[in-house]
């Protein structure tokens, strides 16, 4: 089983920034992709960003520029960093990671909330 712990979420006023993390941890195999989505109040989770073991990065559009996506293949770890917060941004974040063992899998962390005030 894999273990995703999500940290970093808050409280922002538009314009400022804040950084998430997610661990992974357990029986993790190897790891293909690690990314994040998000889900705002009433609407469905949506893809924010994601990035492969060899460091290849997708963005939403709404978040090009902005925000940017980082990990730490060492220690299992992917980043979030968001700058210029918009109070659209407002959702909870959800850690994702792709990987493989004994077949492939997908696995989600517990949700991190951000909020943006305007």
């Known amino acids: 089983q894999v273990r995703l712990v999500e940290s970093g979420g808050g409280l922002v006023q538009a314009g400022g920034s804040l950084r998430l993390s997610c661990a992974a941890s357990?029986?993790?195999?190897?790891?293909?992709?690690m990314g994040w989505y998000r889900q705002a109040p009433g609407e469905q989770r949506n893809f924010v960003a994601s990035i492969t073991n060899g460091g290849s990065t997708t963005y939403v559009d709404s978040v090009k520029g902005r925000f940017t996506i980082s990990r730490d293949n060492a220690k299992n770890t992917v980043f979030l960093q968001m700058n210029r917060l918009k109070p659209e941004d407002t959702a909870v974040y959800y850690c994702?990671?792709?990987?493989?063992?004994?077949?492939?899998?997908?696995?989600w962390g517990q949700g991190t909330q951000v909020t943006v005030s305007s």
């Open positions: 994702n990671v792709r990987g493989r063992r004994l077949g492939s899998y997908v696995s």
């Open positions: 357990g029986s993790i195999g190897s790891i293909d992709a």
